[in-house]
């Protein structure tokens, strides 16, 4: 039996204390979701990757995680989408610019910018999906000759739950950017596609000796989606999902996100669909 | 905070335990009123109040004059709390909801039952919506202050869905199970801080019962430590009839 | 190193020696027939001889509630509570629950070590005692003796009419000077015999929740589970916890708290929008048991589980680990015999 070795504490940081950074800016996005502007202390940058994600505190409420929705490549702040489905969230979304909340993180993997480099970039979002994937989305904008093809499959419950409008209007005007939106109930003055994400994919033409799947949305979405792609014949290990688990800590240690021998908030929430078929609990 | 919100006291069928428990908040009630300004309350003050932000109601239904009665209040309150076992599961007073109800007004009333209209006792939420329980018979202080702080700030109380063996656990008691003594807080809600067994007596179940309970394991381990099947039941009705019928969740 | 003899009338004294330079804590009994750890006053108190305690000593270094910051809703600021090394001696520790303290010292130095356990987990000094296994303990089936000294500064070995006592460390040593015992002449005892076994060869154990996930175990025995989450609770090597904001009456102070939970309840594996990816009470029971037996194992080659008998003896359903373990290993022979 080994003896394990206690580390010194002088070694080990504060996981639990956050920093408390202060919010410049509040958008809506729809009735339900908040865009929040941050700025961490002395201007500091975050230094994410796109796919990580932070806690946010409120105290009183508690701590909860969110994905980053800006781009690393932009600096001086960065940005969180919030919906409004619970206790904290309710508070936050009567944060005002000029107020403060406390901030760890970034927490997760992320997406492993430096293996998606030179490749086609596939994007599949569904409905809140969308938040964190704009961080990627804007990262291959802003460094666009670092990849191939763009390409951006967004599905929403309905047009009226569509997320970041204006900027997806610039989506479609770039000529280097595929952007194709469906959603599942249209109103009457919807005139784009109806149906689920996967009625999107059978049509794509894609490069497979080249292409990379990101995928984030509902758990419901992943296995269909996953099928969808598998079709098409792109492998499984270039099919990456992030997942989403109530987690308390963030670093690896309360045990809430624990889907097998992984723990989502420090292995995760990124994972790719080989990864995945070995964690049965994932999906 | 701006105005103070104006809050209600108000009982129905039960032994207003859960509202001398109110009055007994000696050591909090200053802060309290800090907070709150208290506009009605029979048992402590005169008058009425139109409108209320807050109203604590107690106890259960179980005359056709509660539920009209329990419906104003609803009217003029914006946010309702149902308070102890009575008002959130119709507490011990709905074990008469198992047996037919002429006959349970005829043993309590014999030959004046007529003047006496009576129904199948409820909860609070089987008439009108309910914001937010605070459970146990009598109602603890602990959760009471727990749901008020949150309410001043303009949060949803959190509510326990776990078994009160979690709370019992954590605080290193003895499992009364081990003593030979039945116990229900394998089912039962947490949120009294194991309040019973912490003073080495059995979990009634006064909370009521957990998300999704595992009723045929708790009455395995009843029969397994001697009880009947029916015994067990029974056990398990004192405080749930209502839960167990499906009246609430 | 030679062992010494310590009398029986002479432990209370032992005890009183130890108190000179620190706080001591041991076990004590506790209801009816139950024992806790708590800080010595009445050396005459100390339980030696004893099962095991409701908790292990896990409860010094990660406490069931622990407030892991202080905030002020007005000033929207927090300061963190002191963090003080428990420097005590921790006397009569049995040799599962010291095995169950370094794996916990594993998990809060990996990855990313955690200041708040560490800090506390300084200074401590082990006093060990051997243990006579119960109907429950089958910690030699996960290769900890009741001899097993692994870890301690001091070991306490029952013995006819007392103990004999060997010191392992330098601390030990220091920790037995001014308290004069004879030298003990006979052999150090073996592990004494265990009624409770899991029935596998070691180094096989591994191998046998390899084939496991899919046991039909799993439901068996949730058939019969409440979901109450006390196997968990009352596990030396169970470390997960919950963490929630507690505002005082005042509504201007509170605390943001961590305690003890269980991946037995329902709530622990509830996701934004009320799904819960382990829905099944058969599913959490597995989680549970590969937690003990797979998921960190494969990365440290042993068994999370010690073999306390904890679990088993305080389930009011009578869920035995060790039942659920040999069904899983009868399986696993049954499987290969087909081959």
């Known amino acids: 039996m080994t003896e394990h070795k ?110 998606l480099r030179g490749k086609d970039l596939l994007i599949i979002a569904g409905g809140i999906g969308l938040v964190p994937m704009r961080s990627l989305i804007n990262y291959a904008i802003d460094r666009r000759d670092d990849f191939g093809r763009l390409i951006i499959c967004y599905g929403s419950h309905s047009d009226a739950e569509l997320l970041f409008n204006d900027e997806r209007k610039l989506w479609d ?46 758990p419901v979405m992943y296995r269909y989606v996953q099928l969808a792609l598998r079709s098409k014949g792109l492998p499984e290990k270039e099919i990456f999902m992030s997942l989403e688990r109530r987690m308390k800590c963030g670093v690896g240690k309360c045990g809430h996100c624990q889907i097998n021998n992984t723990f989502v908030c420090t292995e995760g929430p990124v994972y790719n669909g080989l990864e995945l078929k070995s964690l049965q609990e994932a999906l | 905070m701006a105005l103070k919100p104006r809050i209600g006291i108000f009982d129905f069928t039960g032994c207003e335990g859960c509202e001398l428990n109110h009055l007994n908040f000696e050591d909090q009630l200053l802060d309290i009123l800090e907070h709150v300004e208290i506009v009605e309350w029979r048992e402590a003050m005169d008058g009425r109040a139109d409108e209320l932000d807050i109203a604590f109601v107690e106890g259960s239904l179980s005359t056709p004059d509660c539920i009209e009665r329990i419906h104003e209040i609803r009217r003029k309150s914006k946010v309702l709390v149902a308070v102890g076992a009575c008002a959130v599961l119709g507490g011990i007073n709905a074990m008469k909801n198992i047996r037919p109800i002429e006959e349970v007004r005829e043993e309590v009333y014999g030959k004046d039952k007529y003047l006496f209209p009576t129904l199948p006792a409820l909860p609070l939420s089987a008439v009108v919506e309910v914001d937010h329980s605070i459970r146990g018979c009598p109602m603890t ?109 | 190193m030679t062992a010494m003899m310590l009398d029986n009338d002479r432990v209370v004294d032992f005890v009183t020696h130890l108190q000179e330079n620190k706080p001591v804590y041991a076990p004590h009994a506790k ?82 070590p955690e200041r708040n356990y560490l800090a506390r987990r300084q200074g401590a000094v082990f006093v060990g005692v051997s243990f006579t296994p119960d109907k429950h303990h089958f910690s030699g089936s996960v290769g ?85 989450g006390t196997c968990n609770l009352i596990c030396p090597t169970c470390s997960c916890f919950n963490v929630e904001d507690h505002v005082d009456v005042t509504v201007t102070h509170g605390t943001r708290t961590r305690s003890w939970d269980s991946c037995m309840l329902r709530g622990f594996g509830e996701v934004a929008g009320g799904e819960v990816f382990r829905e099944n009470l058969a599913d959490r029971q597995r989680h549970r048991v590969y937690r003990k037996f797979k998921y960190i194992s494969d990365e440290t080659g042993e068994p999370w589980c010690v073999g306390c008998g904890r679990c088993t003896m305080n389930c009011t359903a009578g869920i035995s680990i060790v039942n659920i373990v040999n069904r899983l290993v009868n399986e696993y022979d049954k499987s290969r015999a087909a081959v």
């Open chain 1, 6 to 115: 206690l580390m010194d504490p002088a070694g080990a940081r504060d996981l639990y204390l956050p920093e408390m950074a202060e919010i410049v800016a509040v958008k809506d996005l729809t009735d339900q979701e908040k865009l929040y502007e941050i700025v961490l202390p002395e201007g500091r940058e975050l230094g994410h990757k796109p796919g990580q994600f932070v806690a946010v505190s409120m105290f009183g409420a508690g701590e909860a995680p969110f994905s980053v929705s800006s781009s690393p490549t932009r600096l001086g702040s960065f940005e969180l989408g919030v919906r409004k489905v619970g206790m904290l969230t309710e508070m936050m979304h009567r944060l005002v610019p000029g107020e403060k909340v406390g901030i760890r993180g970034p927490f997760g993997n992320g997406f492993d910018m430096e293996a």
């Open chain 1, 173 to 218: 005007q770039d000529p280097r950017i595929e952007h194709h939106v469906t959603v599942d109930v249209g109103s009457d003055e919807w005139t784009g596609n109806t149906g689920v994400i996967t009625t999107l994919i059978p049509r794509l033409e894609l490069d497979l000796s080249r292409t990379v799947a990101c995928v984030c949305g509902p």
């Open chain 2, 141 to 249: 202080q602990l959760e009471f202050l727990k749901v008020f702080t949150s309410l001043v700030m303009g949060k949803q109380p959190v509510q326990e869905d776990y078994a009160v063996c979690v709370e019992c656990k954590l605080k290193e008691n003895e499992c009364v199970v081990e003593k030979g003594m039945i116990c229900l807080g394998p089912v039962t809600r947490a949120g009294c801080d194991a309040h019973c067994p912490t003073f080495g007596q059995m979990c009634i179940g006064c909370r009521g019962l957990v998300t999704d309970p595992r009723l045929e394991a708790m009455e395995e381990i009843l029969v397994a430590q001697g009880l009947s099947m029916d015994e067990a039941r029974k056990k398990l009705q004192m405080f749930n009839a209502n839960q167990l019928e499906g009246v609430t969740s």
């Open chain 3, 31 to 112: 209801g009816r027939s139950s024992f806790v750890f708590d800080q010595v006053e009445k050396p005459d108190d100390v339980v030696l001889d004893y099962p095991r305690t409701l908790h292990s000593i896990k409860k010094f270094f990660l406490p069931p509630q622990d407030d892991l910051l202080d905030f002020n809703l007005v000033e929207n600021s927090f300061t963190e509570p002191e963090l003080k090394p428990f420097d005590a001696v921790f006397l009569g520790v049995h040799s599962y629950d010291l095995h169950a303290v370094m794996r916990l010292d594993y998990v809060y130095s990996q990855g990313n």
């Open chain 3, 144 to 228: 900890i003796g009741t001899n097993d000294t692994t870890g301690f500064d001091v070991f306490l070995h029952i013995v006819d009419d007392g103990y004999a006592v060997e010191a392992l460390t330098e601390a030990g040593t220091d920790l037995l000077q001014g308290f004069d015992m004879p030298v003990y002449e006979g052999a150090l005892p073996a592990s004494a015999h265990f009624e409770q076994h899991i029935y596998v060869p070691q180094g096989k154990l591994l191998d046998v929740f390899d084939h496991g996930y899919h046991s039909v175990v799993w439901s068996d025995e949730a058939a019969h589970c409440t979901g109450c």
